[in-house]
C-alpha cells in the first residue's frame, strides 16, 4: 500500500513538472507567435459607415486593409465620406443596393441603405482638398482629353480602333465615363486616367497618382508613379530621370528620404537629397508654394511638335507667363544648387530648342506642306503613307527626346536617343520627298492600312453638341 502511494506521489509530481514545462514553453513560444493585427471601430461614424467598413473586411479585405493603413482611417474618413452620393446621381451604383437585401451578412438590411457610386471624382476629393482640386481643374492632366482630340491624327482620322484606344491611348489620357444599361459602359471604366471626364463633369482621377485605398503622399512623390505613363519612345520622362544625376542619386539614396513628411513641408536637403519628379513640378520649396497644376514651373511645351511657350500651346494655351514660371523653376533648381549653374542650364536648354525647331522641325515640317500641296501626298488619312509616320516620329519620338533630354540632364538621350535618331530620320524624309518632288510621283499609300476602324466624332462632354 505504502509502495503505491510513495508511486502515486511520483507520478503526480511528474505530472505537475510536466505541466509546469509545458506552460513555461508555451510562454516562451508565445512571444515569437505572430498576432493579427486588429483594427476596432472606437471612434463616432454612421452606422451606415460602419456596415461598409465591416462588409468590405469580410468581402474585400486587401481594400479594407489598405484603407485601414491609411491617413484616411487615422482621421476617420470612411467609404461614405467618399463613396456616399445622391440618389438622382447617374452613376449610382444599382447593383449595390442588392447588398442590402442579402439575409447572409449582419449589414445585409435597409437600414443600413446608403447610394453609393463606383467612380470617386476630384469634385468628391474637393470637400476637404479644394486648393488641390482647384490647382489640378486648370492643368494640363485635366484637361489631357480635350488636348488629344484636338492634336492627335491617332483620334482625328480614326486610324487606330476604339479597342487599341481603350487599352493604350485611353489608359493613361482617361476615358469619358458613360452608363450603359444602368451600370458603367466597360468601354470606359475601369480607368483612372488623369484627364477622365466624369460623370459629375469634373475631370481627371486624384487615384492616378495616389493609389486606391492608401491615398498615399509617398507613393506620389516617388518617380515610379509618373513612370506610369511618362515612359516609352515618345516620352520616356522615367528613363530620362533615372539616367540623370538626380535619378541616380534617388537609387543611391531613395530609401533613406522622408518620403512620409507631411504635405506642405518635404523639404530638399532635409528629407531628400535630390529630387523626384514631383520634387521639382509639384512640391513647394523656398518661397514657391506646392501645386497639383503640373502646367506651373514650365517655360517650353516640349511635348509640342514645334517647341512654343505654354501660353502659345494652341490646344490648351497656359494661363501663365513663362517668365514668372521660370523663376519658380529656378527657385526650386537654387535649393540644391548655384544660381550661376541654374541659369546656364536653362541657357543651354534655350539652344537646344532653337536648333531643334529651326534646324530639324520647320524644314521638314515646310516639305510636307509642300507635298500635300503638290498633290503627292494625300491628306485624306495620316500615317498611310510612309513620310506622314517618318514626318511624325521626328518630332514625336526623337525631337521630344532630344528636347526633354536637355531639359533633365541626361545626355544620352539628349544625342544618342535624341538628335543622332532626328538626324538620321531626317535625312530619311527629306531624300524620300525630294525623290517625289524630282519624279513628280506621288507616294504609295497603304490601301490596307490596319485597324483604322475608330470613332472620329468628339466626345461632346467636351466639346459640346
Known amino acids: 500500500m505504502k509502495k503505491r502511494r510513495r508511486r502515486n506521489k511520483v507520478l503526480g509530481g511528474i505530472l505537475l513538472m510536466g505541466v509546469a514545462l509545458a506552460a513555461a514553453a508555451l510562454a516562451q513560444t508565445a512571444v515569437n507567435t505572430p498576432k ?100 489640378y481643374s486648370r492643368s494640363k492632366h485635366a484637361n489631357t ?48 486616367g488623369v484627364g477622365r471626364v466624369n460623370l459629375d463633369g469634373s475631370k481627371g482621377s486624384c487615384t492616378s497618382c495616389h493609389t486606391r485605398h492608401r491615398f498615399s503622399v509617398m507613393e506620389a512623390r516617388k518617380p515610379e508613379a509618373c513612370g506610369q505613363c511618362h515612359l516609352g519612345p515618345d516620352h520616356p520622362q522615367i528613363e530620362i530621370y533615372m539616367e540623370s544625376k538626380h535619378g541616380d542619386i534617388y537609387t543611391a539614396f531613395g530609401d533613406q528620404y522622408n518620403w512620409n513628411a507631411a504635405p506642405g513641408t518635404w523639404t530638399p536637403g532635409v528629407d531628400y537629397r535630390a529630387p523626384t519628379c514631383a520634387g521639382c513640378h509639384m512640391s513647394g520649396a523656398g518661397s514657391v508654394l506646392t501645386s497639383h497644376d503640373v502646367t506651373e514651373r514650365l517655360s517650353w511645351e516640349t511635348q509640342a511638335p514645334l517647341t512654343v511657350r505654354p501660353s502659345e500651346f494652341a490646344a490648351f ?81 526623337e525631337g521630344r527626346r532630344a528636347r526633354m533630354g536637355a531639359a533633365m540632364m541626361a545626355p544620352d538621350y539628349a544625342w544618342w536617343h535624341g538628335f543622332y535618331e532626328c538626324k538620321k530620320r531626317y535625312n530619311n524624309f527629306m531624300e524620300e520627298a525630294r525623290h517625289l518632288l524630282q519624279s513628280n510621283q506621288k507616294a504609295y499609300k497603304a490601301t490596307d492600312y490596319p485597324n483604322a476602324t475608330g470613332s472620329t466624332e468628339r466626345p461632346k462632354e467636351v466639346f459640346g453638341q
Not at 175 to 182: A, F
Request: aromatic share 10%.
Open 36 to 135: 493579427s493585427k486588429e483594427f476596432r471601430i472606437e471612434r463616432s461614424m454612421p452606422k451606415e459607415a460602419v456596415a461598409c467598413i465591416e462588409c468590405h473586411r469580410k468581402e474585400s479585405p486587401g481594400v479594407f486593409a489598405d484603407w485601414a493603413h491609411s491617413r484616411h482611417a487615422s482621421a476617420n474618413i470612411t467609404c461614405l465620406d467618399c463613396h456616399q452620393a445622391e440618389a438622382f446621381d447617374p452613376d449610382v451604383s444599382q447593383e449595390h443596393y442588392k447588398q442590402y437585401e442579402r439575409n447572409d451578412v449582419p449589414y445585409g438590411n435597409k437600414d443600413y441603405r446608403v447610394p453609393v457610386a463606383a467612380v470617386v471624382t476630384p469634385k468628391d476629393c474637393s470637400r476637404c482638398h479644394p486648393d488641390e482640386a482647384k490647382q
Open 145 to 192: 482629353v480635350e488636348i488629344i482630340w484636338k492634336i492627335d491624327p491617332w483620334l482625328q482620322l480614326g486610324m487606330n480602333s476604339n479597342a487599341e484606344r481603350e487599352a493604350g491611348c485611353f489608359h493613361c489620357h482617361g476615358t469619358v465615363l458613360r452608363m450603359k444599361d444602368g451600370t458603367l459602359d466597360p468601354a470606359t471604366w475601369p480607368n483612372v
Open 317 to 397: 494655351p497656359a494661363q501663365t507667363n513663362w517668365q514668372v514660371e521660370r523663376e519658380k523653376m529656378q527657385v526650386i533648381c537654387m535649393q540644391c544648387h548655384g544660381k550661376t549653374w541654374v541659369v546656364d542650364h536653362y541657357a543651354k536648354l534655350d539652344k537646344v530648342i532653337q536648333e531643334y525647331n529651326e534646324v530639324y522641325f520647320k524644314p521638314a515640317k515646310a516639305m510636307l506642306d509642300e507635298l500635300y500641296d503638290k498633290g503627292l501626298l494625300d491628306k485624306t488619312k495620316f500615317f498611310d503613307e510612309r513620310l506622314e509616320v517618318e514626318y511624325y516620329e521626328l518630332w514625336h519620338h
